[in-house]
Every structure is written in C-alpha cells, then in structure tokens.
C-alpha cells in the first residue's frame, strides 16, 4: 500500500515594490550624475565658445564717443577683461557656481535680474506654443496613423513635413508681411512687434490686447514644431496597430473608437510623452529666431541683441540657462520613461 505526500504549497507570486523603488532611485542618480557633469561642460563651453567671438567689448561700447587709450584701458580694467585667461574663468566658474551670473556691460545691471524679467515673456510663448504643437500634432497623428493611406494622412504628413523644412525665420517674416504688414489681403490684421503697445489697456482687457500680440509669434512656433510631434506619434500608432492585442481586442468586437482610444493610443504615447520632455530646452532655444523677427521681448531677443555688443556676461547667462534646460529636461525625461515604461525597467 502506497501513500503519496502532497507537495507544500507554493507561495502566490508577488511584485518587490521595494527592489522597483530601489532600481528606480539607483537610475535616477545615475542620470543626476551626468546630468551635473553636463552642465560642469557647459559652464566650461560657455566661457571659452564666447571668447572666439570677435570684436572687443569696450571698442564696442565707445564706437559713437571719442575715448584715450587710458580711457579704454580703464573700461578694460572695470570689465575685468585686463587680467589673464585663467584667472577670468576662475573667477567666472565661482560666481556661477554661488549662482551669481555677473553683470551686464550694456545695462549695468545683473544679469540674473535682466533673465528674471525676459523669461516670463518667453515662458508664455514657449507654453502656448508647446501645448498647441503637441495637442495638435498628436491628434494628427492619430487620425493619420488609424486611417494611414488615406487622404488626410496624405495631406497631415506632407503639410507637416514642408513646414518643419521651412526655416523659422523665413515663415515669421512672410506671415509678418502677409498678416500685419499690409502686404496680404487682410492688411494690418495683427500687431507687427512686441508684446504689448504703449497705450496697452488696463484689467481684463489687458490680457486679450497680449493674445492679440500673441497670435504670430505662437502660429509662427507652432508650424515649424508640431510635425515632429504628429510623425512620432503616427509611426508609434502604426508599430502598435499590428500587435496581437488590437487584433484579439478587435476580434472581441469592441468598437473600432473604443480600440484606439482605450488600447493602442494609451502605449503609443510613451514616445510622444519622453519627447515633450526633451524639446522644452530645445524649443527654448528655437524660439530665439521667433523673438528676433516678432521682437518679442523674451530671452532670444536678449540674447541676440548680447551678441551684437558683444555682452559675454549677458551670452554667458542666456546659453546656460538654456542648455541647463536641455539638460535637466532630458534626465527628467529618462526618468519619466523609466516609470512609464515596464520594459525598460526589466531591461
């Protein structure tokens, strides 16, 4: 007579909530490290890459008013530019890194204050700009993708694709002539420079008179922009149309909206999401072309007219502040698709 032994029960499968956190917080300090040792190079690039700009600051600033040799040897000195190569970067990488930017030659004043006014301008163009460019590129995708072939994603991906081609500069100045110069059917249809006129109304009416000088500069940031949101968002759409569960989800007989919207859209948004992310610092930057030619009185516009001095302390503070952007917005970017995404926490 034989007898059979049960095996012990095995215990139920369950996830290590604590080894995730502890992978997730180990990848998110290797990502902080580089990240400071991007933004230890930058502050290195920023001092030496303005420095092979020609011109002389003090020749620059005296152009229109007879000055001595003394008197420029003493501009120099209060500049700071008489005193050796090394000594200036020295000194510059300590200010920085106490998070005082220097002062402006041109202005006169500190550059972390000239920065504080600027940024809120370009913040707002930036904003408007960004969420109108993802908002409209991912549904254009989406409705490519879904009807790939058809007419409108023909027409979506072709019109995305000339306008991201055409350089910023060159659309800013043909809506500008078209659209508030006079030159269009519509002559003087929006304003042609800056954020506000000088007899700007005062209260509600205040915030519809900066929409109204809002409106070419953003059309102008959106069109050169939203493609690269629409072809990320319609390619990642198509790669998850052919998976097996929009096929068994369609089998089951849920409707075609209710696949898309509740299967494939939801995965197909991890790329798009990482990339909303990494463009803010780049969109920052592009934006200088659209503040130039609209004179938005943003950072881009700061920017440019820094160069023509050339004002190093100005340029310097700028072009960080923008790479820093690029920098912290690409790790939290990394960070953010750890989190999102299963498969590259497994791999």
Same mark, same amino acid.
Not at 90 to 115: C, K, M
């Given at each position: 007579?034989?007898?059979?032994?049960?095996?012990?029960?095995?215990?139920?499968?369950?996830?290590?909530?604590?080894?995730?956190?502890?992978?997730?917080?180990?990848?998110?300090?290797?990502?902080?490290?580089?990240?400071?040792?991007?933004?230890?190079?930058?502050?290195?690039?920023?001092?030496?890459?303005?420095?092979?700009?020609?011109?002389?600051?003090?020749?620059?600033?005296?152009?229109?008013?007879?000055?001595?040799?003394?008197?420029?040897?003493?501009?120099?000195?209060?500049?700071?530019?008489?005193?050796?190569?090394?000594?200036?970067?020295?000194?510059?990488?300590?200010?920085?890194?106490?998070?005082?930017?220097?002062?402006?030659?041109?202005?006169?004043?500190?550059?972390?204050?000239?920065?504080?006014?600027?940024?809120?301008?370009?913040?707002?163009?930036?904003?408007?700009g960004l969420t109108v460019?993802?908002?409209l590129g991912m549904w254009?995708?989406?409705?490519?993708?879904?009807?790939?072939?058809?007419?409108?994603?023909?027409?979506?991906?072709?019109?995305?694709?000339?306008?991201?081609?055409?350089?910023?500069?060159?659309?800013?100045?043909?809506?500008?002539?078209?659209?508030?110069?006079?030159?269009?059917?519509?002559?003087?249809?929006?304003?042609?420079?800056?954020?506000?006129?000088?007899?700007?109304?005062?209260?509600?009416?205040?915030?519809?008179?900066?929409?109204?000088?809002? !409106?070419?500069?953003?059309? $102008? %940031?959106?069109? +050169? &922009? =939203?493609?690269?949101?629409?072809?990320?968002? #319609? /390619?990642?759409?198509?790669?998850?149309?052919?998976?097996?569960?929009?096929?068994?989800?369609?089998?089951?007989?849920?409707?075609?909206?209710?696949?898309?919207?509740?299967?494939?859209?939801?995965?197909?948004?991890?790329?798009?999401?990482?990339?909303?992310?990494?463009?803010?610092?780049?969109?920052?930057?592009?934006?200088?072309?659209?503040?130039?030619?609209?004179?938005?009185?943003?950072?881009?516009?700061?920017?440019?007219?820094?160069?023509?001095?050339?004002?190093?302390?100005?340029?310097?503070?700028?072009?960080?502040?923008?790479?820093?952007? !690029?920098?912290?917005?690409? $790790? %939290?970017?990394? +960070? &953010? =698709?750890?989190?999102?995404d299963p498969r590259v #926490? /497994?791999?």
């Open positions: 007579m034989s007898t059979s032994t049960a095996e012990p029960a095995k215990a139920p499968p369950h996830e290590d909530h604590g080894g995730a956190r502890r992978s997730l917080a180990r990848y998110a300090l290797v990502k902080l490290g580089g990240a400071l040792l991007g933004i230890g190079l930058v502050i290195v690039a920023t001092f030496f890459l303005f420095r092979l700009i020609p011109g002389d600051p003090t020749v620059a600033y005296t152009r229109d008013v007879p000055v001595t040799p003394d008197q420029l040897a003493l501009l120099r000195r209060q500049m700071g530019l008489d005193r050796p190569l090394g000594e200036q970067f020295l000194d510059f990488v300590l200010r920085t890194l106490r998070l005082d930017l220097g002062t402006s030659y041109e202005y006169r004043r500190p550059v972390a204050e000239l920065i504080g006014e600027r940024v809120g301008p370009t913040l707002l163009l930036v904003g408007v460019a993802v908002g254009q995708g989406t409705r490519a993708a879904w009807r790939h072939g058809g007419r409108f994603d023909r027409l979506s991906t072709g019109t995305a694709l000339t306008l991201w081609s055409v350089p910023t500069f060159w659309l800013g100045l043909l809506l500008l002539m078209v659209l508030a110069a006079g030159a269009g059917p519509i002559p003087g249809l929006f304003p042609t420079r800056g954020m506000r006129d000088v007899d700007a109304p005062e209260g509600p009416l205040y915030l519809l008179h900066v929409a109204h000088h809002l !409106v070419l500069p953003c059309l $102008t %940031l959106v069109a +050169v &922009v =939203y493609a690269q949101y629409l072809l990320v968002m #319609r /390619s990642s759409l198509l790669d998850e149309i052919g998976q097996d569960y929009v096929t068994t989800a369609r089998a089951k007989g849920l409707r075609d909206d209710d696949v898309r919207r509740r299967h494939a859209v939801p995965n197909a948004l991890l790329p798009t999401v990482t990339l909303v992310f990494m463009q803010i610092g780049f969109v920052v930057g592009g934006a200088v072309s659209v503040e130039f030619v609209y004179s938005w009185p943003g950072l881009g516009l700061l920017f440019v007219e820094a160069i023509r001095g050339p004002d190093y302390a100005v340029m310097q503070g700028t072009f960080m502040l923008v790479c820093v952007a !690029v920098i912290v917005m690409n $790790t %939290l970017a990394d +960070v &953010v =698709y750890h989190v999102l #926490r /497994s791999a």
